[in-house]
């Protein structure tokens, strides 16, 4: 079946420091991918997509190439801020329009 | 626009008692709304797929029994623990799918449930 496997965390970086979050998938067909990310006490806000191949997703300086040929959907941003602490959750809709999310990976930036 | 709220955003209760959380669609018709649990410092589970009208598809392993599921309109959606005991304490998601956007879902705050 369709699964996302996501780096496993915590991610500790200083502030200002590059961000990279590996993310690949299992599916059939040509899913849509996601990142969400989760502040603490929260609910998930969609960071940002892509539905098809070559695609670039990118909102608030990060960004994620959709990969059909390594099936993955890294989550890479050149400069982290304290703000960006919080949990990252990588998704993929396959088409049932079900999500199959990976186990998500906490970011922590210090100052 | 988009915009998913629930109600409540945090519920206490007994052992033994029912709670009800909503899941409304604020400014758009959701001809799907999704029901997840999250336990601490885990991913999400889906609980189960609601359609308005129909009856809800639950997730293997999902008591439907013990988690009641409506979806009155295009913009609600109830989930009901019923018989809530402490294993059920947990942070409850929902999600609405825009009618015409095939792929997106679209996340409410979250409902955090603990059971005494």
């Known amino acids: 079946g369709d699964s996302v496997t996501q780096m496993e965390g915590p991610v500790t970086l200083s502030e200002e420091a590059f961000l990279t979050i590996n993310c690949t998938y299992t599916?059939?067909?040509?899913?849509?991918l996601f990142w969400y990310v989760q502040y603490p006490g929260e609910g998930l806000q969609l960071l940002l997509k892509?539905?098809?191949?070559?695609d670039k997703g990118s909102n608030k300086g990060f960004e994620a190439t959709y990969r059909k040929e390594t099936t993955s959907f890294h989550l890479e941003k050149g400069s982290v801020q304290v703000s960006d602490s919080a949990v990252y959750f990588c998704?993929?809709?396959?088409?049932?329009?079900?999500?199959?999310f990976g186990t998500g990976t906490r970011l922590k930036v210090l100052a | 626009g988009a915009v998913v709220s629930q109600h409540p955003s945090r519920v206490i209760c007994k052992s033994g008692t029912s709670v009800k959380i909503e899941c409304r669609s604020l400014?758009?018709?959701?001809?799907?709304m999704f029901w997840y649990r999250q336990f601490p410092k885990q991913s999400l589970m889906l609980m189960a797929t609601s359609n308005e009208g129909s009856k809800a598809t639950y997730e293997q392993g999902v008591e439907k029994d013990k988690f009641l599921i409506n979806h009155a309109s295009l913009t609600l959606s109830t989930l009901t623990v019923t018989s809530a005991h402490p294993e059920d304490s947990s942070f409850y998601i929902c999600s609405a799918r825009v009618r015409l956007s095939y792929n997106e879902q679209f996340f409410g705050p979250g409902t955090r449930l603990t059971v005494l």
């Open positions: 400014d758009f018709q959701a001809t799907t």
């Open positions: 892509a539905t098809k191949a070559d």
């Open positions: 998704a993929l809709d396959s088409g049932t329009y079900k999500y199959i």
């Open positions: 599916a059939t067909g040509y899913p849509s």
